[in-house]
């Protein structure tokens, strides 16, 4: 049996805590049962870190809207594994982005790849207007 939990933000840089604060207190939900308390700490920030750059990439690319966009976080628990799916009216992007040069200290380009580090599983697909990500990780 899973769960299913969605909550809307605005779109803007003052909610990210907000959306890492939620996917700290889901994560927390899988934990406790027979795992290691160093792997539990390593899913729950794995989803933090991974949720932050998701809600942050959102909130970057979203443009000037004339009503604030929004972004809907659906997090959705199973016995062992947590997926989390971003849902935002931005325009299409790929998630295949290819890994940053460190060499040359990019300031930026580093999301994606990191999600894609972190998370066990990671899908992007557009349905009508609207992006939605997909990050998933088993405990």
Known sequence: MSSIITLTL?????????????????ASLLTGENHSA???TQFVHDFELAVSEAFTNS???AGEHDTPPTV??????EKRRLTVSLLDANGPF???T??????SYPENGYGLWIIRKVMDSVT???????????????L
């Open 38 to 40: 160093s792997d539990e």
């Open 59 to 61: 909130v970057k690319y």
């Open 72 to 77: 809907t976080l659906s997090f959705e628990l």
């Open 10 to 26: 605005p779109g803007d840089p003052l909610f990210t805590e907000v959306a890492r604060q939620t996917t700290t207190s889901v």
């Open 124 to 138: 992007y697909r557009r349905e009508g207007n609207s992006n939605i990500i997909s990050m998933s990780k088993t």
């Open 94 to 96: 790929s998630i295949e």
């Open 98 to 103: 290819p890994a940053p040069d460190i060499e």
